[in-house]
Each structure stands twice: as C-alpha cells, then as structure tokens.
C-alpha cells in the first residue's frame, strides 16, 4: 500500500490494511461518497478486488496531493502546500514541497495559493501544471499523464562546471523542463 495517509475516494486493490494488503497500487474515485456513481464504483470495486477509502478531511491540513505514474502505478510526485507557520516553510510563508521525482524541493509562494490549492485538492496535475510547470515535473502535458521518474529520460544541463537545469523525455519523446 502506498506509503502516508489516504484520501477521500481513493480505490485499492487489496484487502483493507487491517487484513495486511501492503504495495496495493492505489486508482482514484472522484464520485462524491453516497452518490449513485458512487454506489456503482464500490460494487464494481468489490467485484474486481478493489476497496474505496472515504476518510474526512480536516480543512487545518495543507492542501496535498500523490501522483502515480501512468504506467506502472509507482510513485510519481508528491506536491503539499506548507503553511507559514510549518517548520519546513520558507521565509514565514506558505511553501511549496515537491517530492519523490527528483529530490526534495521547497519553494516559498508569493501572492495568493488558491489556484494551487484547488488543483492540489482534486490531485489534478494538469491544473497543477498550469499553476507552474515547474511544480509538476512528473507530469507531461502532451500525453496529460504523469510518470515516475524511471520512465523519464532527465538529461541535467550544465553551464561550464555549474548545474543550470534538467531536460526530461517523457516515454512518448516529448521534451520539457522538469528542473531548473
């Protein structure tokens, strides 16, 4: 099972953790709970050997969000919102964290989070590549999927003996800035 909390709506395939389902590759429901489409999800989530996790969610939190990659279902990025008062954050402002693609980074964020927030809250990297390209690495705009860093090419620029920026090459050949 993928590693840190659950979310609202997520699907894994498995038994619940309490049977000991660990490594399960994890598929996202975006119907609301209770919703027809809902009901409909779960009979087919339990039929094929899935489960959908309904947790509620604090809105104190920060804005979070997991991506998987498209192909193996491994993890591709992890991208959270850091309050201005959270140990991690930058010059006492809200703070960007990306993980898990290349590295750790933190970025300290001027003007208001909102836009990132809602793209963060409904783990939706294409929003959040909108936001800033830079904040969603993983993700390739011309396929629209996110990969992990394994089915990336990153080729790292150097100008002279100093790092400038990374290049990557999505499975598909497409060429972006994951890094800079």
């Known amino acids: 099972m993928p590693k840190g909390r659950c979310t609202a709506g997520e699907i894994r395939r498995g038994f619940p953790p309490l049977f000991g389902c660990k490594n399960a590759p994890v598929r996202r429901c975006i119907a609301p709970p209770g919703s027809l489409l809902c009901r409909q999800r779960v009979a087919i989530a339990a039929f094929s050997g899935y489960y959908i996790v309904w947790m509620a969610t604090d809105p104190t939190t920060p804005a979070r ?5 498209a192909l193996c279902n491994t993890l591709a990025g992890t991208v959270e919102v850091l309050p201005s008062t959270h140990p991690e954050a930058l010059s006492n402002s809200p703070t960007i964290s990306l993980k898990d693609f290349i590295g750790h980074e933190r970025v300290a964020i001027t003007g208001n989070p909102g836009n990132l927030e809602s793209a963060l809250k409904k783990s939706d990297a294409g929003a959040l590549y909108k936001v800033e390209r830079l904040w969603a ?12 860093v394994n089915h990336w090419k990153v080729i790292p620029v150097y100008d002279g003996d100093f790092f400038d920026c990374s290049y990557g090459y999505c499975p598909e050949g497409h060429k972006r800035l994951v890094e800079d």
Do not use: K
């Open 137 to 148: 690495p993983f993700y390739c705009p011309e396929c629209a999927r996110s990969y992990c």
């Open 65 to 69: 969000a997991v991506f998987y990659c």
